[in-house]
């Protein structure tokens, strides 16, 4: 309502034309949105997950099965289903991986508190109860995880290649995962006795153009170079020169002095002045960007200096090679085997731009969960098995709290069985003879790493078949999944103001109403 009456004189409180709902009709709207974006994303789970083309206005085309990338591209309009895109970006930028399961397992938690909701149980008994769940399931998730060093290459590769297992360069999976598990290893230092490892500076280049298997590691920093300076003063010309010769002799004379023979700039180079500098056997780079010059620092330990004046022999930094390639249409510098290089590069290769730009996001994929591996020192078996021992112990916590917040945790607990019957459905196998299955292999067994092998279709120790992941990412896809659900619901009043004036930002339409017939 937009007016209240009082002594029958009606007083208009929200502007005319304001789109209201309350009470459980705000609640289904809402729940009903971000279900809707999490069906979405639900068939791209799993190695035999399906892909999606996303078709922007302007014609471009990203055909991907990335959670991260699909929910960024989709323009959501729903400000609930809106909530389930920041969930997949908090997701991503948190540990890199598990997007996917983050906003599917945020859907199946409104599925479940939709249907307490029907039974007349309080939201906020349901946010307490799924809050309890969740701080419940990070603590098992904790004393489940199994212990691991950054010494364990092996088994680095191993969780590198199951966050790629459902990407389209699964062919490539193992040069992938051996080159993310170098980079990570080349960047990571240690910091008051812990690892810590910055992908930040793992630079990522895309070049199309022969086959994936032909991407490569280079431990040291590349840059792209493609510029040029006029100079241009009709006045004084002469004189200008003869001046701007002197100082360059000067500043090129200061180089050579400190035994320098390479060269980057961040600003442009006259052609006067690398003329002076390759006489003099220096190798000249121009217009490197900052953040180049500084990965550059970081792999070869020399400094950034603002001013030749500056310039020391203690300043300079070390490499074995430095050397000009052409990719195509590109020259690019590649600085080759600095001493203990702390920024890398990684030059992405496959056969078109919409595999090299597959490529690049699997690799941001693997790089992350190396990552997390290495800092946190535990992982998990994958394919289902954490989130169905998950749901077995929830269970038996539920009984232990009581009262009405039980029925919340063990609709938490089941909705944490969503992720294995997706992987099953995805795999063409029946959920529910899997789900029983694995309720059974998890009640019996001591072992808890029982999951859903989607290439056999029987339910298998995930451990033993590799499929590993780190704990941080199902520990954040447990954050990120619970606390959107929770602000979701919480939600009992929606009120959408009508737009100023058509042909604003809503492509010529006014807000649309909640509950409205197909606005959403």
Not at 38 to 48: D, I, S, W
Not at 310 to 328: F, R
Not at 397 to 426: C, D, H, S, W
Not at 444 to 456: E, L, T
Request: aromatic share 2%; charged share 30%.
């Amino acid at each position: 309502m937009s007016a209240q009456t009082v002594g029958g004189v009606p007083v208009l409180i929200l502007k005319e034309g304001t789109g209201r709902s309350t009470g459980k009709e705000a609640q289904r709207n809402n729940i009903t949105a971000a279900k809707v974006v999490a069906e979405t994303v639900r068939t791209t789970l799993g190695p035999r997950g399906m892909d999606k083309m996303l078709v922007s206005t302007i014609g471009d085309v990203t055909i991907t099965n990335d959670g991260a990338t699909i929910m960024k591209e989709l323009d959501v309009q729903h400000p609930a289903a809106k909530m389930l895109v920041e969930v997949s970006k908090t997701q991503d930028n948190e540990v890199g991986d598990g997007t996917t399961t983050a906003v599917l397992l945020s859907g199946e938690l409104l599925e479940k508190a939709e249907k307490l909701l029907d039974k007349d149980v309080h939201p906020t008994v349901i946010v307490d109860g799924y809050k309890k769940a969740a701080e419940k399931a990070i603590e098992i998730l904790d004393k489940l995880s199994i212990p691991i060093t950054d010494k364990d290459d092996a088994t680095l590769r191993q969780v590198a290649m199951t966050s790629m297992y459902s990407k389209g360069i699964v062919i490539a999976k193992e040069h992938f995962a051996d080159i993310a598990v170098k980079a990570v290893k080349q960047v990571s230092e240690r910091v008051d006795g812990k690892l810590k490892a910055d992908i930040d500076l793992i630079k990522i280049v895309k070049k199309h153009g022969r086959g994936l298997e032909e991407t490569e590691l280079v431990k040291g920093e590349k840059t792209e170079f493609d510029a040029k300076i006029n100079i241009n003063n009709p006045d004084q010309m002469h004189l200008f020169i003869e001046e701007e010769e002197k100082m360059l002799k000067d500043m090129v004379a200061q180089i050579q002095k400190t035994g320098a023979n390479v060269l980057f700039s961040e600003k442009g180079i006259d052609d006067v002045a690398l003329h002076y500098l390759a006489k003099n056997g220096i190798a000249a780079v121009k217009n490197v960007s900052s953040g180049d010059l500084e990965k550059l620092s970081k792999a070869t330990g020399g400094r950034i200096i603002a001013s030749v004046k500056d310039l020391t022999k203690e300043s300079l930094g070390d490499a074995k090679l430095v050397e000009e390639v052409k990719i195509g249409e590109d020259k690019l510098i590649y600085v080759r085997d600095a001493k203990n290089p702390k920024a890398v590069t990684i030059v992405v290769r496959g056969g078109t731009e919409h595999v090299v730009d597959e490529a690049e996001r699997s690799l941001h994929d693997a790089l992350s969960v190396v990552r997390n591996a290495i800092e946190d020192g535990k992982i998990v078996a994958g394919g289902g098995a954490p989130e169905a021992e998950l749901a077995k112990r929830l269970r038996e916590y539920a009984v232990k709290v009581g009262g009405r917040e039980q029925l919340a945790i063990e609709a938490f607990a089941e909705a944490m069985e969503a992720v294995p019957t997706t992987l099953a459905e995805n795999a063409g196998l029946d959920p529910i003879d899997i789900l029983v299955e694995l309720r059974s292999k998890h009640e019996k067994a001591v072992n808890p790493w029982f999951g859903v092998d989607v290439y056999s279709g029987e339910v298998k120790d995930m451990k033993k078949l590799n499929v590993l992941e780190p704990v941080r990412v199902k520990q954040q896809v447990v954050k990120s999944a619970s606390e959107a659900a929770s602000m979701i619901l919480r939600i009992d009043d929606v009120i959408a103001s009508k737009s100023v004036e058509k042909g604003g930002p809503g492509g010529g339409k006014d807000f649309p109403k909640p509950g409205g017939d197909d606005e959403y």
